[in-house]
């Protein structure tokens, strides 16, 4: 995550906020009674132990986000000359989020938590929250970095692909690359023809190698076999188009790419 944050430093000229969250229940908990039927002198003591315990332990949990922002800024700023600016919060991670993204350009997310370990069937449990309440873009990384010099655009017409083809147009991170928009099943639609053809002019205009393919089948097959074909560095799609009840009966494009995907994934809501 540290060094797709330094390249999106480098090619938007930005600074970076780096965010720990150790979670509200690290400040707000208080130790549960489980003194059961003890006396009253027993019950005391271990009530001021666990006390005791949950106080250091929130001590500890601080030392240690501290030293794990310093080392994610420390990784940062050899390989950027923006600002680094670190924050050591005591908050909900989706609040978090909300809270500072309106002078954000965009959002980077781990794709997995560290509970999750190296389990590629995992999503990290606040991924879906975040990309569902932000309103900026989202870039969900994996552990590797490589320079990104070749994307597909899984482009459905909807209005958050429009916005991920106006975000590209807008700002200068995916100039030098090459960007190829894949849509699946409407191949018998010539107005949509007409609308994937104009996403691509529109790539086009600014300078970047922009082709475009049409494909029918499976749609997050389809996404991942062109992806594949295109030796892509990163995915760029919409995010959560549907309600969370309608995902829920049907199942989630997004959360099936997400978890499939072995690329860096930048999502618009």
Not at 57 to 85: F, H, N, P, Y
Not at 165 to 172: A, D, Q
Not at 193 to 214: C, F, M, P, W, Y
Not at 224 to 237: E, F, H, P, R, V
Request: glycine share 6%; charged share 30%.
């Amino acid at each position: 995550m540290c060094d797709h944050a330094s390249w999106l430093a480098e090619q938007l000229e930005i600074p970076i906020e780096v965010f720990h969250i150790l979670g509200r229940r690290n400040r707000d908990s208080q130790p549960a009674d489980l003194s059961g039927s003890l006396k009253l002198g027993a019950r005391t003591e271990l009530l001021e132990k666990l006390s005791k315990a949950d106080e250091e332990w929130s001590k500890l949990a601080q030392e240690r986000g501290r030293m794990i922002l310093d080392d994610a800024c420390e990784r940062i700023k050899q390989k950027t000359s923006q600002d680094v600016i670190p924050r050591l919060r005591h908050d909900d991670f989706v609040e978090t989020v909300v809270s500072f993204e309106d002078d954000a350009r965009l959002v980077i997310i781990g794709k997995r938590g560290e509970a999750s370990g190296f389990a590629r069937e995992h999503l990290g449990s606040n991924l879906e929250r975040a990309l569902r309440s932000t309103k900026k873009p989202v870039l969900v990384v994996n552990r590797e970095f490589k320079p990104i010099k070749s994307c597909v655009l899984a482009y459905d017409g909807s209005g958050s692909t429009d916005r991920a083809v106006e975000f590209i147009v807008n700002n200068p991170i995916l100039r030098d690359t090459s960007i190829h928009l894949v849509t699946v099943g409407q191949d018998g639609n010539p107005n949509f023809r007409q609308k994937l053809d104009q996403a691509a002019q529109k790539l086009s205009h600014v300078g970047i190698n922009t082709t475009s393919e049409v494909r029918s089948g499976n749609a997050e097959l389809m996404i991942l076999d062109t992806a594949k074909q295109k030796d892509a560095d990163m995915l760029i799609m919409g995010a959560y188009g549907h309600s969370r009840v309608r995902n829920f009966i049907i199942g989630s494009t997004t959360t099936a790419l997400v978890r499939a995907c072995l690329l860096p994934c930048l999502m618009f809501r």
